[in-house]
């Protein structure tokens, strides 16, 4: 049997329309226990700053968390030596909202001023990632047939049934970081009362995949 292999590209603009703010937390104590105990309660204070913006404890998610050893190097003697200073607890979380400006500069001063200070990262995505991914994959299956209807009918040839299809099914990250916090909280938000004014607005995201697809040829 006769076949024809193709890769077609799709290509989409996806508007975001998601507010997604990600935090860390990390500190250095002496004790295990004691850092679990200091993440924790770090941790519950940003949730209970959260909650004043109407988030549900559950609302804040967390990316990665861990506790590592943590030495310094000293000299002594003239030579340098290591010496233990304690467990560095780290602990990245993440909570997402439908985009709004006015409640971001809310929460972003809030986060800021608050009895913890986490580090900051603000970005944006899509609340519906999943149908964009289906229409980027239409639109690369389509582009495959569009360029094997071309060889083929070059070729004195036809399609006939697909035999295959191949797609990688690798994450497709929807997320856009379109300027720093540093310079959104620094330089282009002035505090009034207890807020940033802020005006916001992303760009389109480009994003692009490629399905390979084997035809019988007839």
Not at 20 to 44: C, F, K, N, P
Not at 115 to 136: C, F, G, I, Q, W
């Amino acid at each position: 049997m006769r076949t024809i292999r193709v890769t077609g590209k799709g290509q989409i603009k996806v508007r975001p329309d998601t507010t997604r703010i990600t935090m860390t937390l990390e500190g250095v104590r002496r004790d295990y226990g004691e850092a679990l105990r200091r993440s924790a309660e770090e941790t519950e204070a940003l949730r209970e700053i959260l909650s004043g913006f109407g988030f549900k404890k559950t609302d804040l998610k967390t990316l990665s968390f861990g506790v590592d050893t943590e030495y310094e190097s000293r000299r002594e003697h003239g030579e340098y030596k290591q010496h233990f200073v304690g467990y560095r607890f780290r602990h990245r979380m993440k909570v997402e909202f439908p985009s709004d400006n006015e409640r971001l500069g809310r929460i972003l001063y809030a986060l800021a001023n608050g009895s913890v200070r986490p580090e900051l990262r603000l970005s944006y995505t899509v609340s519906d990632p999943e149908s964009a991914k289906n229409a980027l994959l239409g639109k690369a299956v389509a582009d495959a047939a569009e360029k094997a209807a071309v060889l083929t009918q070059a070729g004195g040839a036809a399609l006939g049934d697909i035999q295959s299809i191949d797609y990688s099914w690798g994450e497709i990250e929807f997320e856009c970081a379109p300027m720093g916090l540093d310079f959104v909280t620094n330089k282009c938000a002035a505090p009034t009362a207890d807020s940033y004014a802020l005006d916001i607005e992303p760009d389109d995201m480009e994003v692009s995949d490629t399905v390979t697809v084997v035809w019988e040829l007839v």
